[in-house]
């Protein structure tokens, strides 16, 4: 039975563990809240009390943070992992991040002679926990190779990019389509709604046009209810948008309609919704448009 290690076992790497169990590997996890470890100890998750614990005799350790922050001092930082692992093991950087970071904790991996690779997923934590979404690796060739079984375990599909850092930059290129197709999504339902056509019939409609896309069949029954459990928590998101319009800005690539929706979803995690799903982005459309929900 080959041992991986996951730190940050929040929705999206407590998806990623489900799935490593399902196929048979051992999964140590650490996070620094204990409750989200506990939560998969039924399904055989192993609790580790530190990173270091989670990195013992690991085939590979994955990340999966949060944050810039987060991501550079697990990794990096004083007792991080590139000290505490193992040398055989490969420190898999699956949070989204900055290219220019997840270069910068590849040349810190390799420094210490640990493999790394720059491999962030396209797809909500549910879509992932039933094997339904995309890995986007950067790296070692070889390196990708060795880890394909793991990925195989996760998702059906694992597409190479690159370097380190390229598979990043895919990550956000990805997300930017999920933020606008998302808040065009939200503002053709409010039109249609403010008119008079109720949501779910709205839905109807689109899914048999040339409109239809899989954030309408992902968050479109979110918007139609008015109900937001988070599959990808907003606040999280605004992150997320922050490094697209700061990597637009670094090689020169305007991105108007970024800056716009980044203006939008801030506004619904300003008024209440950052823990929400980023389709609750509706909300504030709503709001500009004087449209109330029936039993409101």
Known sequence: ??????VGV????????????QHGFEVRGYDIRPEQVEALRPQGLRPAASLAEAAVGAEA??????????????????GGLVETAPREATLIQM?????????????AAAAKGLGFLDAPMSGTS???ARGDCTILVGGDPACVERCRPIFAA?????????TVGMASLAKLVTNLLVALNTAALAEALVLGAKGGIDPATMLD??????????MMEIRGPLMATGEFPAQMKLDLFLKDLRLMLDEGQRLGVPLPLTSTAQQLY???AAAGAGSQDLAAVITTLERLADLTRPGE
């Open 1 to 6: 039975m080959r041992r991986i290690g996951i």
């Open 10 to 21: 929040g929705l999206l790497g407590s998806a990623v563990a489900s799935r490593l169990l």
């Open 61 to 78: 350790v994955f990340t999966i943070l949060p944050s810039l922050e987060s991501a550079e001092q697990v990794v990096r930082g004083p």
């Open 95 to 107: 949070s989204t991040i900055s290219p220019d970071l997840t270069r910068r904790l590849g040349e």
């Open 126 to 128: 549910a879509m992932v």
């Open 154 to 162: 996760i998702a059906p599909r694992t597409v190479y990019v690159g």
């Open 205 to 214: 409609v689109l899914a048999g046009t040339a409109a239809a896309s899989r």
């Open 266 to 268: 801030a506004a619904a």
